[in-house]
Each structure stands twice: as C-alpha cells, then as structure tokens.
C-alpha cells in the first residue's frame, strides 16, 4: 500500500469514527420524560409553567414519598445540600407571571421563577425561587427562595401515567393550579388584582391612538360605572364620545352617570334629547332595563312616550303591555295585549302576547315576560 492510499484510507476511517457524534438527530421522548408548557390567562395576567413530564412506568405506589422524596434530602451530587424535589424531571420547573400575583395569599411579584415541591403526606412546601436555569434541584440554594407556601396535597381520582400541570376552578382574578402526577395532586391558587390591572391598562391605552376612539371611551366608562368607581371621569370620557357620537346608548350613559353625581337636573334634560334621538327598539329596551331595576313608574313613562311617537308598532304596543301591567292598570295591559296581537311578526311573538293575555285575565303581572 503506498503512502498516498494509506492516507485516504486514515482519513475515512477518522471520519467515520466522527459520525456517531455528530449525529444527534431529532427523536421524540424516549418514555421516560417529555417536556412541556402550558399557559393560561388568569383576568390581564400570563401564567406559564415549563417543565419536565415523568411517566409512572409501572411505579404505582413508589412515587410519593418514593421517588419523590420526602420534604428535603442530600441528593448525593451537586452542592451537598439538603434539597427539595424538582417538581418535575431534568431541568428544574420554572413558572412565570406577566404581572403581580398573590400565591395562596402571598404577594409575588411579576417574573419568572424556579419551582420546587418539598413534598410531605400531609402537607407540602412550594417554593419560587430566583433559580431558573438549574439541573433539576441539585444546585438548590435556599437563599435565592423568593416566596414558600404550605399546601394541602389531595388525592386524584384517576391516575396520571405522566406528571402534568392543570389549571382550574378559574374566575376573572384567579384560578387553582395543579401539579398531578400519578394519584396525588398539589394545588395552589393565584390571584390577580384585577381591578387595578384592568384601570391601569385602560389608563395606559387610552394615552394612545384609542383614546381618540370613541368606542374606547364609552367602553371604559361603562366599566368605571359598573364597578362604581372614578365616575367624574367616566363622565369626561363620555363628553368626549358624545361629541363625535351622540348616539342614544351614548346620551343615556351620559344621563345614568349624571344622576348618579346627584346633578339629576342635567341628567333629565340629557335623557329626553336620548328618547328623541333613539328607535323605538333602544327605547323599548331601555325602558325594560329600567323594569329590571324596580322603576316601574320611570319604565311606563318611557313606554308611553315611545308609544307616542311609534303607535302602530309591534314593540311600543308590547312595551305598553309592560308598562301597564307593571303599574297595576291591568285592563289597559289588556287593551293593548289585544292591540299587539295582529302585530306580531311571527308564531312565536304571537304565542307571547296570547300566553300574556291569559295571565293577564288572572290579574298577575307579565311586565317581566
């Protein structure tokens, strides 16, 4: 063999020996741990959970309190110190929050953390820490714990193969979080102050191009008056909407938060240039609305003039039905009940008025049909 052939032959070989190396191709889980994410939106605020997902593998049994020791223990590797379980499997489990959150009732601030169970049968520890880029919890240091809270461990009516998080029981603010993973689950709650998260995104949006939008305008002052709250500025915000829409749901707005500034004076006058712009259809349901809040002799007095100026109509003879009955003169309910009848645009609305007349011949109300 000459020098030139035994130099090819060197190089192959060499390359060759390279390639189980190089070739780390893409392959799913290989049963033992896959990883995920999950998120959801809790009101204005981001949850996200990272994590490793174990799988029982036949280990029913041997996992809590198995596997998964209990409360903190010398792992025999890393930095030799007492440390809790990982929450998970590989890297450590990380959970982040888009804003301000309250864990089972502690404040935590916004960002990303490490997550750690300190499991016991009766109770276990979750602790969020500063480390999130940890190999599991070998390097746990319990300087950099952020916030620790006891939880009550609660067992599963089913069986998870692989360790997962769910979230549940959720309202606007708040919702249960669940570490579940074979017949055990750790739950932990986080709230939001939604309220405060809510005025101040309107307050930061509408430094922007929507506070030119008068849909965004009456859209924060409908939740201003809904939660009671900063009313002398929902009203500015509605002055501002009703210059390039004085529409009536826009007037009427105008109208309620007046009144509730105990400036009723004003709010009359604005209320009757809104029925005089309104439909019949808006000042129908404006005026049930008012039924609904126990106004019955404001709801007939609107009923009345929207049948004034809408007499021939389907909906001003029914909102007279209402009206009526509402205010105890039940034989002008009838009257009118028999007046809408051949009006009405379809079997159904028919059938309505019938079954209100046959109510109305045993004197009840129907003024909430």
Not at 5 to 13: A, P, Q
Request: proline share 4%; glycine share 8%.
């Amino acid at each position: 063999m000459n020098i030139t052939m035994k130099n090819t032959l060197m190089t192959v070989c060499a390359v060759v020996c390279m390639v189980p190396a190089m070739a780390q191709l893409t392959t799913p889980a290989d049963g033992t741990s896959a990883r995920a994410r999950v998120s959801e939106r809790i009101g204005l605020t981001d949850v996200t959970v990272s994590y490793g997902r174990p799988a029982v593998k036949g280990r029913e049994g041997k996992i809590w309190g198995g596997l998964v020791h209990e409360g903190f223990k010398n792992l025999g590797f890393g930095n030799g110190k007492e440390s809790p379980w990982r929450a998970g499997a590989n890297e450590n489990t990380t959970v982040e929050f888009s804003t301000d959150v309250m864990i089972e009732g502690k404040q935590l601030a916004a960002g990303k953390y490490g997550f750690f169970v300190a499991y016991q049968p009766d109770y276990c520890t979750l602790i969020f820490s500063k480390a999130t880029s940890s190999w599991g919890s070998y390097f746990y240091e319990p300087d950099e714990d952020v916030l620790r809270v006891n939880v009550k461990p609660v067992a599963l009516l089913e069986s998870r193969e692989r360790l997962t998080f769910q979230f549940g029981s959720q309202t606007d603010s708040s919702a249960v979080v669940s570490l579940e993973w074979e017949k055990l689950g750790i739950p932990f709650k986080v709230s939001t102050r939604l309220h405060e998260l809510q005025m101040a995104s309107f307050d930061r949006e509408l430094r922007g191009e929507k506070g030119f939008d008068p849909h965004a305008l009456v859209q924060v002052a409908d939740y201003l008056m809904e939660h009671n709250t900063r009313l002398e500025d929902a009203l500015g915000y509605v002055n501002r909407a009703s210059q390039s829409m004085p529409v009536f749901s826009v007037l009427i707005m105008k109208s309620t938060l007046l009144s509730k500034l105990n400036r009723q004076a004003e709010a009359d006058s604005i209320k009757q240039v809104a029925i005089a712009r309104g439909t019949a259809t808006e000042i129908h349901n404006y005026a049930r609305g008012l039924l609904r809040e126990g106004k019955k002799d404001e709801a007939f007095k609107v009923f009345q003039k929207n049948y004034s100026s809408y007499p021939k109509l389907f909906t001003t003879n029914m909102g007279m039905v209402r009206g009526c009955s509402a205010t105890g003169k039940v034989s002008d309910a009838m009257k009118y009940a028999k007046k809408a009848l051949p009006l009405a645009p379809d079997a159904n609305n028919k059938k309505v008025v019938e079954d209100m007349m046959a109510k109305l011949k045993d004197g009840k109300d129907v003024s909430s049909m």
